[in-house]
């Protein structure tokens, strides 16, 4: 770094480095935290993902057999007029500085599982199935949203966590460092050369007394 070597600039800098290493510091156990719940939400998500796959594999079998057993009509009409409604309140919580969405459905009926908006006697057993199956996943789906979501937002953290903390370990301290160490060497070196100058000017002066008393005697 471009400084003065000066004690002043010293002090300053190695205030600057304490607080450089307090925030390496700090940065590295929030890179580690915002890992360990990042691994427990990749976890999550990985479950709630294979879940959700299989139910919704399961419900598209249950739809494709009610359709070759109804009639369009008969299919659309039955779910023409759904008996459930959903609204989604989002909101959002604080974790280690990232803000991550909170998603909560709220159902127009107070069974969520009520979701049959028809009568069975002209439907098919496998529509019933494939609609069962949509209803009994909905929540696991809005949870699988949130938790992507989460990822993605503590991914993008953790990624500049990661930058600022290799910045301050292998740019800003050592620099701060090395300067510190150029420093207290200039102020030795001046030290040295002040030292040996007085020196050399002691010896000077002793000299020059020594040659005038010499002097003073051969003219007495």
Known sequence: MNVNPTRMEMAKLKKKLATARRGHRLLKDKRDELMRG????????????????????????HMAIAGSLMSPVQLETALMMPKQSVSLDVGEKNVM???????RPKFRVTDEKDVFSYGFAFTSSELDGAVSELGAVFEKMVRL???????????????????????LEHV???????????????????ERSTTVRLMKS???MIKQKIEKDRENGKAQ
């Open 38 to 61: 990042f691994l427990e939400l990749v976890r999550e998500n990985l479950s709630l993902r294979n879940e959700v796959e299989a139910a919704i594999k399961s419900a598209n079998a």
């Open 97 to 103: 500085s990232v803000r991550i969405p909170v998603f």
């Open 145 to 167: 949203a949130e938790v992507e979501k989460s990822c993605q937002l503590m991914s993008a953290e953790i990624e500049r966590t990661r930058r600022r903390v290799n910045a």
């Open 172 to 190: 800003m301290i050592p620099r701060y460092e090395e300067t510190i160490r150029f420093i207290a060497m200039k102020l030795s070196e001046n």
């Open 202 to 204: 002691k010896d000077l």
